[in-house]
């Protein structure tokens, strides 16, 4: 619409314009950006069957292109699911506003007052593959965290992700919020210029698979918030209960093996090999999972008659199947089982099973992960289930943020400082005033 | 020391060395770490006479080399230096341990409780220029923070670099960190094998000028703590008290003009311009201070007799001098300084002086910057000044850590959850338990 008479704009205008917008966007009351909010989820209500007939026209095209199974559902965009992106824009607008939070109120002297407060980053770069219901969500937690976006749909998706932008440019053209905070770029040209405007782009969350995460990881000088690998791993020790043991195994590989927050690798100790994985082995069988067992675990799965078995090698041990084959690793105990995780681990989510809290605390302590737990599945990894309420992705960065990012990954911060005529001459040289640095309350006055 | 009878390690056998040691330094208690930072100081303060020796050598050396007189001032580490370094490692044995701290504390269902804490890194890279003192100020940092750390120092420092190292390996052998959490490189070979070693090391702290910050920043993966260019402004409005914006542009331009919070760039309102700029430029000048005036600001300083005056051209606004001189610009009012300081600043500190409440509001929500500060100098940004009691660095990055950085920049989170054999399935399907999501104090005691 914006563009029905001009030149096609190339990917540098189109930042400019975003970055542009998103400077009024980011000064906005959150009223004003929660009622964008609620216009474009009305306005998706109303233009439901135009973005369906859209997203039919697009997997009858990818039919004939012969996409894979698991594309094609990705793809697929019914009137149900459209109507639950919907919903999940009117929650995020009840979401707290993560704009404006105090972290540091400081008096550092008399009528000279430090805050720290959070702000939005500025413009995000939004690469996903395939679903077009992740334009709207992502829509809906940019503008809410006051930060213009910039979305890059794939091929296969663009005629339903035009339908989308277009119907949320006409919402926001009656709202407070510019729709040039709101772009689309449909090339893969374009995801190359993207991926260079490190000058306009404050962060790129890619959505897609492994290697799809990784090629942007490898292609940009902008901060990159996900994952490629998540190899996850379950450590029975051998004073687990191991009724518990079999029942997280069970949950961790097979409620949903396709989750970055399922297990590949399972480690036994040696102690109770023998006696365990024969049971966890037919637990898991009887969910049809492939079992890839190591020299050790081997022969006790053999010889309680499991069949979908295979030596491990170590590939397994690096290997994210996001299907159902688990890898099987027998550990001289709990130092051999965290030199492993923390070798092969990709930083995810790690569990133990223990009832020993001494072999427990050493465990949360030594393993290098974003998440690490006790006595529990590894699928609690998720940002829903921590209650953040929204999930922009899962960091396996070793800065922050890390794990699982709520909206608050979509915000940094600012100093301010207001004071009454302060220089720093005052505080320095050898008659120097000392610095008070009393904390107040975060929403206190100021004195 | 360590390696007087064996090959010379490569620094990817270094900073698996440091890797391992990072491990169990990670988890020793804070008295451990405070401990060995004691020993550090002890020992530092035995071995003075030697360090300070070895550095009239490099010193004598850098001479005979020809070194600039400012680096020879940055290398040189006199003994008054030096005790300064050994308090400044005391202090840091004083600061409120980073580690730990809980962050978020929640029961997501009966007895499945979530924490956030923080924790290590893992290994810092850090890389100066010259000054020796900072391999003595860093390491303490790093031990405090549980962090291994590779120091690389100039060529020119080697001999003080590698007696302040020996001295802090004979400490550490006393203490419960080992030697190996604490290593030296000398070459520039070596920096550039350190920046390609992304799996080993977690974040890189340069320390140097611009250029070398920025080389470093272009040359690794690897996420990279400070900034190249402080570009910092001070806006002076138009209803400015313009005895303190005069008293706020001496002190921000003249009181360390080299410090990156100097301001580069003096912005007036056109309505006050003629009135304010003989002023102020009269009070910079007896601080020995160059004008580069924009075509309106030129002709009232001309008028008023000012002499140490240029035209400023575009490459002025960009231009971090780092030097007695200081560009100067009229606007238009708010929105053009907000739109000059949005473009050529580097997100640093900008500053306002003006009685406007709304002004001064605009300005600060408006402005994208780690610092924005209303009616008081940029020199207040700085780690020290904000309470932090260490600095690390000062960012410009859009993500966090922004700005100044103290201990809370080395280190990371992870979140653990313990739970009673807890399953994801438990909370899915038809009949899933809803989360409670309850917060509990931080340091209250689980349910």
Same mark, same amino acid.
């Given at each position: 619409?914006?563009?029905?008479?001009?030149?096609?704009?190339?990917?540098?205008?189109?930042?400019?314009?975003?970055?542009?917008?998103?400077?009024?966007?980011?000064?906005?009351?959150?009223?004003?950006?929660?009622?964008?909010?609620?216009?474009?989820?009305?306005?998706?209500?109303?233009?439901?069957?135009?973005?369906?007939?859209?997203?039919?026209?697009?997997?009858?095209?990818?039919?004939?292109?012969?996409?894979?199974?698991?594309?094609?559902?990705?793809?697929?965009?019914?009137?149900?699911?459209?109507?639950?992106?919907?919903?999940?824009?009117?929650?995020?607008?009840?979401?707290?506003?993560?704009?404006?939070?105090?972290?540091?109120?400081?008096?550092?002297?008399?009528?000279?007052?430090?805050?720290?407060?959070?702000?939005?980053?500025?413009?995000?770069?939004?690469?996903?593959?395939?679903?077009?219901?992740?334009?709207? @969500? %992502?829509?809906?937690?940019? %503008?809410?965290?006051?930060?213009?976006?910039?979305?890059?749909?794939?091929?296969?998706?663009?005629?339903?992700?035009?339908?989308?932008?277009?119907?949320?440019?006409?919402?926001?053209?009656?709202?407070?919020?510019?729709?040039?905070?709101?772009?689309?770029?449909?090339?893969?040209?374009?995801?190359?210029?993207?991926?260079?405007?490190?000058?306009?782009?404050?962060?790129?969350?890619?959505?897609?698979?492994?290697?799809?995460?990784?090629?942007?990881?490898?292609?940009?000088?902008?901060?990159?918030?996900?994952?490629?690998?998540?190899?996850?791993?379950?450590?029975?020790?051998?004073?687990?209960?191991?009724?518990?043991?079999?029942?997280?195994?069970?949950?961790?590989?097979?409620?949903?093996?396709?989750?970055?927050?399922?297990?590949?690798?399972?480690?036994?100790?040696?102690?109770?090999?023998?006696?365990?994985?024969? @049971?966890?082995?037919?637990?898991? @069988?009887?969910?049809?999972?492939?079992?890839?067992?190591?020299?050790?675990?081997?022969?006790?799965?053999?010889?309680?008659?499991?069949?979908?078995?295979?030596?491990?090698?170590?590939?397994?041990?690096?290997?994210?199947?996001?299907?159902?084959?688990?890898?099987?690793?027998?550990?001289?105990?709990?130092?051999?089982?965290?030199?492993?995780?923390?070798?092969?681990?990709?930083?995810?989510?790690?569990?133990?099973?223990?009832?020993?809290?001494?072999?427990?605390?050493?465990?949360?302590?030594?393993?290098?992960?974003?998440?690490?737990?006790?006595?529990?599945?590894?699928?609690?990894?998720?940002?829903?289930?921590?209650?953040?309420?929204?999930?922009?992705?899962?960091?396996?960065?070793?800065?922050?943020?890390?794990?699982?990012?709520?909206?608050?990954?979509?915000?940094?911060?600012?100093?301010?400082?207001?004071?009454?005529?302060?220089?720093?001459?005052?505080?320095?040289?050898?008659?120097?005033?000392?610095?008070?640095?009393?904390?107040?309350?975060?929403?206190?006055?100021?004195?």
């Amino acid at each position: 619409m914006t563009a029905s008479f001009t030149a096609v704009p190339t990917p540098l205008e189109i930042a400019r314009q975003t970055r542009r917008a998103a400077r009024t966007l980011a000064v906005l009351p959150p009223a004003a950006r929660d009622g964008a909010l609620m216009a474009i989820a009305d306005a998706l209500e109303n233009q439901a069957a135009a973005i369906v007939a859209a997203n039919e026209a697009d997997c009858a095209a990818a039919i004939a292109d012969g996409l894979s199974n698991a594309l094609y559902g990705r793809l697929k965009l019914d009137g149900v699911k459209l109507q639950g992106a919907i919903a999940g824009v009117r929650d995020v607008a009840k979401l707290p506003d993560p704009i404006g939070t105090v972290q540091l109120h400081r008096q550092l002297d008399e009528g000279l007052i430090l805050k720290r407060l959070t702000c939005p980053l500025g413009v995000l770069g939004v690469i996903f593959e395939a679903r077009p219901d992740a334009a709207i @969500q %992502i829509a809906a937690l940019a %503008i809410k965290s006051g930060n213009g976006v910039i979305l890059k749909g794939g091929r296969e998706a663009a005629r339903t992700c035009t339908a989308i932008v277009e119907t949320i440019h006409q919402a926001l053209a009656t709202t407070a919020v510019s729709p040039e905070a709101v772009q689309l770029l449909t090339t893969r040209e374009e995801t190359i210029a993207l991926l260079k405007l490190d000058e306009y782009i404050d962060l790129i969350v890619p959505r897609g698979s492994n290697e799809f995460v990784r090629y942007i990881q490898d292609n940009t000088r902008i901060p990159v918030l996900g994952h490629a690998d998540g190899i996850c791993h379950l450590y029975v020790h051998g004073a687990a209960d191991q009724d518990r043991a079999i029942a997280i195994a069970v949950d961790a590989k097979t409620q949903y093996p396709s989750a970055c927050n399922a297990i590949e690798t399972l480690l036994v100790d040696r102690a109770i090999a023998a006696e365990f994985l024969p @049971q966890v082995g037919r637990a898991l @069988q009887a969910k049809g999972v492939e079992l890839r067992a190591d020299e050790a675990a081997y022969p006790p799965l053999q010889t309680a008659g499991l069949t979908n078995l295979a030596i491990a090698t170590d590939e397994d041990w690096s290997t994210e199947y996001t299907d159902l084959i688990l890898a099987i690793k027998v550990v001289d105990g709990p130092d051999d089982a965290i030199a492993h995780i923390n070798h092969y681990g990709s930083g995810h989510t790690d569990a133990i099973v223990t009832e020993d809290a001494i072999v427990a605390a050493q465990f949360l302590a030594e393993v290098d992960a974003a998440g690490v737990y006790h006595n529990c599945s590894t699928r609690f990894a998720d940002g829903f289930r921590y209650g953040f309420g929204a999930e922009v992705g899962i960091s396996t960065a070793q800065m922050p943020p890390r794990g699982p990012v709520g909206l608050e990954g979509l915000v940094t911060y600012k100093y301010r400082i207001v004071g009454q005529g302060h220089i720093a001459a005052t505080y320095s040289g050898p008659d120097a005033k000392p610095f008070q640095h009393q904390d107040l309350p975060p929403h206190g006055d100021t004195p």
